[in-house]
């Protein structure tokens, strides 16, 4: 993403220069330009592509204050991940239910 930023902002400031030197040009519209032009759409721009990132980092520091409130119900402030690896669960020793096994 940040290649993009440091890209418009060169182009814009190029075509900041470039009204500069024109004949017809003025240093007041190669500013304008280049404000108008780079710096208000490009903070825009980082501003709404970093929401997921605040709203991931935000959702951390929650569930952190939720464990730190309450240590003995951290189990629940936790996002549970569910198992992707497509095997059976291993059946812990204390578990009352044994594993099922094919009859020979």
């Not at 304008?32 to 935000?58: D, E, H, Q, S, W």
Request: glycine content about 4%; charged content about 15%.
């Amino acid at each position: 993403m940040y290649i993009i930023v440091i890209a418009w902002i060169y182009v814009t400031l190029m075509m900041s220069v470039a009204e500069a030197n024109n004949t017809n040009g003025t240093l007041l519209g190669a500013i304008v330009t280049f404000i108008l032009y780079g710096i208000l759409p490009t903070a825009l721009m980082v501003y709404l592509m970093g929401a997921p990132k605040r709203n991931k980092a935000r959702k951390a520091k929650e569930a952190a204050w939720a464990i730190q409130k309450n240590p003995e119900d951290s189990d629940s402030a936790l996002p549970v991940e569910p198992d992707a690896s497509g095997h059976a669960t291993r059946v812990t020793p204390n578990c009352s239910v044994p594993p099922m096994r094919k009859e020979q």
